[in-house]
Nanobody, 136 residues
Framework: QGDLVESGGGSVQAGGSLRLACTTS?????????MGWFRQAPGKEREGVAA????????YYVDDVKGRFSISQDDAKNTIYLQMNALKTEDTAMYYC????????????????????????????WGQGTQVTVSS
């Protein structure tokens, strides 16, 4: 387990941009691990958005955000970022940072597609979330 602290949420108009950050104080959580962003809109299930394998700087995105969102890492700060451009009203949600459990590793491409019904989902370390609101 390791703390994940998100920042950078806020309110923006459609077409605007925001950058989220997720920092852990545990290098063991950050290094050579799959970390990513999930989001949950009111009344909807939490869903994956983007993931990065920090050991190889390899990124994964769900179709909904490809070309608009970009995930990146800063090894010196144990931090991952989510740059969100061309935001749409349907991007409005609470955004959560997550880290894969190193005791139960699996593919990072699968990590971004986890649902709450998956055992692996329950094993993730989660942040508290940061709200993103996009208005028309």
């Amino acid at each position: 387990q390791g703390d994940l602290v998100e920042s950078g949420g806020g309110s923006v108009q459609a077409g605007g941009s925001l950058r989220l950050a997720c920092t852990t104080s545990y290098s063991s959580v950050f290094r050579s691990n799959c970390m990513g962003w999930f989001r949950q809109a009111p009344g909807k299930e939490r869903e994956g958005v983007a993931a990065i394998y920090t050991g190889a700087n390899k990124m994964y995105y769900v179709d909904d955000v490809k070309g608009r969102f970009s995930i990146s890492q800063d090894d010196a700060k144990n931090t991952i970022y989510l740059q969100m451009n061309a935001l749409k009203t349907e991007d409005t949600a609470m955004y959560y940072c997550a880290a894969m459990s190193k005791f139960h590793p699996f593919s990072c491409s699968g990590f971004v597609r986890l649902t709450p019904r998956d055992d692996e989902y329950q094993r993730n370390t989660w942040g508290q979330g940061t709200q993103v609101t996009v208005s028309s």
